[in-house]
């Protein structure tokens, strides 16, 4: 008779745990640090060698939000004077009949700063034909673009709020505030950023190209801006009440001083340590 002799089980061979996945680095934290090891101290150098030659801006209140925001879109790739003149077409063509509003551009703006007037009719703005409204706002240079998004925007707070009025934002956290108001289609981080801290003194820091012209000159900002925008950047490194100063100062430098052509070197107060002038500045 055969014997059967059973097969020994398989011993079970414990799972092996599964490898947890190494979070990426925050390159905005990674940067920040970098220079803070590699370049100490170069962000209060920028602001203290601007506030000796500009002096120190001090916030107040620059205008009606709703109003901001749509003399912003008007400045989108146009010289402040023309956005200027756009708006006041828009004043004439549509009159609200509205209280006299008055403009307080400050020492960031780049303008001439607008007549005291009544803000146009918005709801006349978002509903008037489109072909006419182009006309309306050519003075402002890329006309088509900024009536459809003009018009795009005032719909859009209409439809969230029931009207036109965004002094709502100020009582919210600067970045809700901000992220409430890039849901408006053609509104980014620099638009949303310049209306919220003109008007409200948020605690945003808008780059518009003269900003970024210089801190990249500067060495504040990196090379590299795929997954670093600079908005983002100079949150992490500023504090709250910095920021009105740091865009202030550093547009005023990049239209007097920090020139897309022919910078004048010899009246930087930042050429010291400017990786522009110097590659090797410390």
Not at 185 to 209: E, H, I
Request: charged letters at 30%; glycine letters at 8%; hydrophobic letters at 40%.
């Amino acid at each position: 008779m055969t014997t059967v002799v059973p097969k020994a089980k398989p011993k079970s061979r414990a799972k092996p745990k599964p490898r947890l996945k190494r979070r990426k680095p925050d390159p905005i934290k990674a940067w920040v640090k970098r220079l803070d090891r590699t370049r100490p101290g170069l962000m209060d150098y920028v602001l203290e060698g601007l506030a000796a030659f500009y002096d120190r801006p001090f916030w107040e209140r620059r205008w009606d939000p709703t109003a901001e925001l749509v003399l912003t879109i008007l400045t989108q790739n146009s010289a402040d004077t023309n956005a200027e003149r756009a708006y006041i077409s828009l004043r004439a063509a549509y009159p609200s009949g509205g209280p006299v509003q008055v403009h307080r551009p400050g020492p960031g703006w780049g303008g001439d700063g607008l007549p005291d007037g009544a803000d146009p009719d918005w709801l006349a703005v978002e509903h008037a034909p489109t072909e006419e409204l182009i006309e309306v706002i050519r003075t402002g240079g890329l006309p088509v673009a900024k009536a459809k998004g003009i018009q795009a925007a005032l719909r859009f707070i209409r439809e969230q709020r029931g009207d036109h009025s965004l002094e709502f934002l100020g009582e919210m956290p600067a970045l809700e505030a901000r992220d409430w108001l890039t849901r408006i289609p053609g509104v980014g981080k620099k638009t949303a950023s310049v209306m919220l801290l003109f008007c409200f003194g948020l605690p945003l820091m808008p780059v518009d190209r003269h900003v970024e012209r210089v801190s990249r000159r500067v060495g504040l900002l990196p090379k590299e801006t795929a997954h670093t925008d600079p908005h983002d950047v100079f949150l992490a490194m500023l504090r709250a009440d910095q920021m009105y100063e740091a865009h202030v100062n550093l547009i005023r430098h990049g239209r007097l001083v920090c020139h897309a052509q022919r910078p004048e070197h010899e009246r930087c107060p930042l050429r010291d340590r400017c990786r522009f002038v110097d590659p090797k500045a410390p």
